[in-house]
């Protein structure tokens, strides 16, 4: 055993991960597990070459004989290829296999690991010290471990994955390092998720935004409702299959809540003749403006600035409502006009998990969650009476049945299994389950009460039913119902206030001064695509003029640092280039060619000339959409 490997191994980590290390039981929060000890009574012993094992609980976690040799030949069998791989390490015990995975190059091997004491052990043993600097070697203990993880693979996007369980320490303790297992996955999925989203709505995210300044500079900011329903319920109604099952119970106490729903559940509501208090609409596909489509009622509209621009130039439909805030700079230009700030909702990917953060940002008692399936309730992809279910009366033909839709929608995915509330087995995907995942999550600093009649159970989350939540006496009814309209009637208070909260006359401002900044900006990217794509021709024919490539490299320096002075325009504009920056910061190099790949040079060119090109027609579609905003605000 070595002090100073410890000491060595210690000071090449963050400060964070060498405290949990060094002092767990203060630092660490374990795992959910009964038995979970951060540091159980061990003692090391030697084994038959006088190498360090050990034994827990009966189990050995090393070979008795040769641990050494154990790990070497554990090694081999692992892929590698000579190309660049990640080696996911659950466990290690007293990590005798990571010195034969550092041999190989172009590797990096991260260690998760929930138990501390493997991992100090194992820095008296070895030095790692090198490699953690070099970040070959890669640390993941204590709190947080998805986030780690997710930091972790950063840029190595198209690097494969080889998962490698230490098969000692699963003996030891299974259930614990299962969990690391499924850390990893829910990770990796969850990415792929976001990442596709990303891609597949970038252009639509900052087209909406753009289309919607002039109707949302009408609108109030959602933080007018933080804190407004306290003292009573508000129900946040999804549009899961079981929905139309809940309606008689929706109907029946009616008066006794505030009835936040999701737009997707609007049509369903509405036919059963059930009037929503609020509706809260996301999704940026312009599918979603026919959920608001010919609405006549007096619900008020809760709007994301990214959802479709459509469902603000209906007909017949909510014309308004309060404006929630947005992660994306574009939305400056409108927060930028009003007093105060707009206000943000804490989201998870769907409508509902935005619907349920506001209910308890309004200050609601009790929040009730009603058509939260999370599942293919009854073999159902939506409820009876959906938008997408009315559609196929105008789709369906002899060839496309609506049920084959169905079943298109079920198997679009992976199916997975949840338990539900009474034990019973649903079908979901990977899709609902991140969902699932996100109200679990934040059950504990929201008061959320789980009503919807079948589906997933949501862990830690009460479920109940209405009965046992409303009042069916006369006198909690009369007050119950007295609160809840003078909430309503203080909603409504709130829409009209007769001074504007945004200043009409500032977003011009703001959008005129933000397009001729564009239209200035455009030259220098014109500049750094003639001068990029000069570069790119060079490396690529392998006719580099040494004068010329040097005064072309000195010249993108110069252009690429004019470029990112321009700090607000390139935030402004890397909603639409999404795809080119994770190409770029994560590795998805799904756009170079193999050729591309293989010389790192002319790869380092290709990112450059992509960028550029994006960042070109990113500027041009932007200007070209806030003039068109303009022109409907003059």
């Given at each position: 055993m070595n002090e100073s490997y410890l000491e060595k191994n210690l000071a090449a980590l963050p400060s964070q991960l060498a405290e949990v290390i060094q002092n767990p039981e203060k630092t660490f929060t374990a795992i959910n597990s009964q038995n979970f000890e951060t540091n159980p009574s061990y003692q090391l012993t030697k084994s038959k070459t006088g190498d360090p094992t050990l034994e827990l609980d009966g189990v050995w976690i090393h070979s008795r004989f040769d641990p050494k040799k154990e790990a070497e030949r554990f090694a081999t069998e692992l892929p590698h290829d000579g190309s660049e791989r990640i080696y996911l390490l659950f466990g290690a015990g007293l990590g005798y296999i990571i010195p034969y995975l550092l041999e190989r190059e172009k590797v990096t091997i991260i260690w998760m690991e929930p138990y501390p004491f493997f991992i100090r052990e194992s820095f008296q043993i070895f030095d790692f010290s090198k490699s953690f600097l070099e970040?070959?070697?890669?640390?993941?203990?204590?709190?947080?471990?998805?986030?780690?993880?997710?930091?972790?693979?950063k840029g190595k996007g198209t690097h494969p994955i080889s998962f490698v369980p230490h098969r000692g320490a699963w003996q030891w303790r299974e259930s614990d390092y299962i969990k690391l297992r499924h850390t990893a996955e829910q990770m990796f999925h969850k990415k792929d998720v976001n990442l596709a989203t990303l891609t597949r709505f970038e252009k639509i995210w900052a087209k909406n935004i753009c289309y919607n300044l002039p109707e949302l500079s009408k609108f109030r900011p959602v933080s007018d409702l933080f804190g407004i329903a306290e003292g009573i319920s508000i129900v946040v109604c999804g549009a899961g299959p079981s929905l139309s099952e809940s309606i008689p119970d929706l109907t029946k106490f009616r008066n006794q809540f505030l009835l936040l729903a999701v737009d997707t559940a609007l049509p369903i509501l509405t036919s059963f003749g059930v009037e929503p208090?609020?509706?809260?609409?996301?999704?940026?596909?312009?599918?979603?403006?026919?959920y608001l489509e010919d609405y006549s009622g007096n619900a008020i509209l809760i709007f994301d600035p990214t959802s479709t621009y459509l469902s603000l130039r209906l007909e017949k439909g909510p014309n308004k409502g309060f404006v929630t805030s947005s992660p994306f700079p574009l939305i400056g230009l409108l927060e930028r006009t009003g007093?105060?700030?707009?206000?943000?909702?804490?989201?998870?990917?769907?409508?509902s998990t935005n619907a349920a953060s506001l209910a308890t940002l309004m200050g609601a008692?009790?929040?009730?969650?009603?058509?939260?399936?999370?599942?293919?309730?009854?073999?159902?992809?939506?409820?009876k009476g959906a938008v997408?279910?009315?559609?196929?009366?105008?789709?369906?033909s002899r060839k496309f049945r609506r049920e084959k839709h169905n079943y298109k929608q079920l198997f679009a995915l992976p199916q997975k299994k949840v338990t539900g509330n009474l034990e019973e087995t649903y079908i979901t995907n990977e899709k609902m389950l991140i969902f699932k995942k996100w109200f679990e999550d934040h059950a504990k600093e929201n008061p959320w009460t789980n009503l919807t009649k079948f589906g997933a159970k949501l862990e830690g989350i009460r479920h109940s039913e209405f009965e046992k939540e409303f009042a069916s006496d006369e006198n909690e009814i009369k007050t119950q119902t007295n609160l809840v309209q003078s909430v309503r009637n203080r909603i409504q208070s709130?829409?009209?206030?007769?001074?504007?909260?945004?200043?009409?006359?500032?977003?011009?401002s703001e959008i005129k001064s933000?397009?001729?900044?564009?239209?200035?900006f455009v030259s220098i990217i014109k500049r750094g695509l003639a001068v990029s794509q000069r570069i790119y021709n060079q490396i690529q024919r392998n006719q580099i003029n040494p004068k010329t490539f040097s005064e072309d490299i000195k010249q993108m320096d110069s252009i690429d640092e004019q470029v990112s002075g321009k700090k607000g325009l390139n935030e402004i504009l890397s909603l639409g280039i999404q795809r080119v920056i994770l190409t770029i910061t994560e590795g998805y190099d799904d756009q170079l060619t193999l050729e591309e790949k293989e010389n790192p040079r002319l790869g380092v060119a290709k990112k450059s000339l992509l960028l550029y090109e994006g960042l070109y027609e990113s500027v041009r579609s932007t200007k070209r959409m806030l003039t068109k905003s303009l022109y409907r605000m003059l």
């Open positions: 970040g070959k070697l890669i640390l993941i203990t204590g709190e947080g471990l998805e986030d780690q993880l997710s930091e972790a693979v208090d609020l509706i809260f609409s996301v999704d940026p596909q312009a599918l979603n403006s026919q007093s105060e700030k707009i206000g943000s909702v804490p989201f998870g990917g769907s409508v008692n009790s929040v009730f969650l009603v058509g939260q399936d999370l599942s293919f309730t009854k073999g159902l992809a939506h409820s997408l279910e009315e559609r196929l009366n105008y789709l369906e709130q829409l009209k206030i007769e001074i504007p909260f945004f200043d009409p006359k500032q977003l011009v933000t397009t001729e900044a564009l239209s200035e």
